[in-house]
């Protein structure tokens, strides 16, 4: 039996597993350092080549490849800074909800409880299942903790009723 909620806090704690920020700080990294070491040498050959002769075809192609070089490792710089702070945005958010739904979760666990306590107590006392009696080979049993609480729930059950009824 399983509830929505806690599925729901299952599903975020497996999407904030899967935000790699050590990984994207890493791209993050390179990038920025191939940006910092590469765009002011690429300046300097488009400053040295607007000096040269612009009448050159060749050098005028060479000039816009350097260009296009230049933004692409712009592009890629930003690009890898805009995941980084989307990844650190996304994993805070999700953290915040799943402090949220983890609450709730643990209500509906705690309620969960509770009604399978209250359904061997149940069994228990109309005689359809004895926990002392060994069980059948692959039949899954209930939980010792569960079975426990059931024999209390039942014995404190009825000294209430008794005391009730003796007021």
Do not use: C, W
Not at 72 to 84: D, F, H, L, M
Not at 105 to 113: D, F, G, I, P, V
Not at 121 to 144: C, F, H, L, M, N
Request: net charge negative; charged share 30%; glycine share 4%.
């Amino acid at each position: 039996m399983s509830s929505g909620i806690i599925d729901l806090e299952h599903n975020l704690k497996e999407e904030i597993k899967k935000i790699s920020l050590k990984e994207l700080k890493e791209i993050n990294r390179f990038a920025s350092y191939v940006h910092d070491k590469m765009v002011p040498l690429l300046n300097e050959v488009i400053q040295a080549s607007a000096h040269a002769s612009t009448s050159d075809e060749a050098v005028q192609i060479l000039i816009g490849k350097i260009r296009d070089l230049h933004a692409k490792i712009q592009a890629e710089k930003s690009s890898s800074e805009t995941n980084v702070v989307l990844a650190l945005g996304r994993q805070e958010t999700l953290k915040e909800v799943l402090g949220q739904v983890s609450d709730l979760a643990q209500k509906e666990r705690e309620a969960l409880n509770k009604q399978r306590v209250a359904e061997i107590a149940e069994k228990i006392q109309d005689g359809t299942y004895d926990p002392d009696v060994p069980r059948k080979v692959g039949q899954r049993p209930e939980s010792i903790k569960n079975i426990r609480a059931a024999k209390q729930t039942l014995f404190s059950g009825s000294s209430r009723k008794s005391d009730e009824d003796g007021d």
